[in-house]
């Protein structure tokens, strides 16, 4: 089964975004695309590359070599799951470290790097049965979308599935790292100028700060059917 419509996932950092989207695109066959893993990869790029260090952008640099940016994804048949190529490397695991993650707010407010990505994420949406999480979908990438989701859940909630998951990585980092990470990312992406992180007008809110998954999947599951019969 596929969906006739796109749908758009928006929320804070950690909150399960993620998780949301690669259940529907499973259950639905819709394709799935992770935003936030295209920011990710430039940061990583502008970090193996000088452009980024001790948090400071050196915007020349940058733009001169954006066009040599290149971004893709490939389908692992083994994880069934969406994996980031980087100009033709794998770097689904690595763009996940906290290193990355404590970067990728800073990129992500250049205008020029944002520029970039929606229009490659406006494309894909083009062809229709399209799932896709990030932070401005429902307001500026798929403005049109016939579902739009915004999750989001409490910080502490947030900061402390983050800081499992890195945990079972073997990542050394404390509770209080994640969590002063995880606001910092909240404060750029709300306030930053381009793009800024909101809940779109006719977006459906979700709190899953106290849902299981399963509730969670069998509420958005609710919202889809009632869309399919408009």
Do not use: W
Not at 6 to 29: E, L, P, Q, R
Not at 112 to 130: P, W, Y
Request: hydrophobic fraction near 40%; charge should be neutral.
């Amino acid at each position: 089964m596929s969906l006739p419509f796109n749908i758009a996932i928006d929320g804070h950092s950690s909150c399960g975004k993620s998780t949301i989207a690669k259940a529907v695109a499973s259950k639905y066959g819709m394709r799935y695309i992770d935003t936030g893993a295209m920011y990710r990869a430039v940061t990583l790029y502008c970090m193996r590359n000088t452009i980024i260090i001790n948090k400071e952008v050196d915007l020349a640099k940058l733009l001169n070599v954006l066009d040599k940016i290149i971004i893709n994804f490939t389908f692992n048949t083994t994880t069934k799951r969406s994996e980031t190529i980087l100009n033709g490397e794998n770097i689904e695991q690595i763009i996940r470290g906290f290193e990355v993650s404590d970067n990728v707010s800073i990129i992500a407010q250049i205008q020029q790097v944002r520029e970039k990505l929606i229009a490659s994420q406006q494309e894909i949406g083009r062809q229709g049965n399209v799932v896709m999480d990030g932070r401005d979908i429902g307001t500026k990438v798929f403005p049109d979308a016939k579902l739009k989701l915004f999750v989001t859940a409490s910080a502490e909630i947030r900061a402390q599935r983050r800081y499992d998951e890195l945990q079972k990585k073997g990542e050394k980092v404390t509770f209080e790292d994640v969590l002063g990470n995880l606001t910092l990312r909240d404060d750029h992406d709300t306030n930053r100028e381009i793009n800024p992180l909101i809940q779109a007008k006719d977006a459906i809110l979700i709190d899953n700060s106290d849902l299981s998954i399963q509730k969670q999947n069998a509420l958005i599951d609710d919202l889809i059917t009632d869309k399919l019969s408009e």
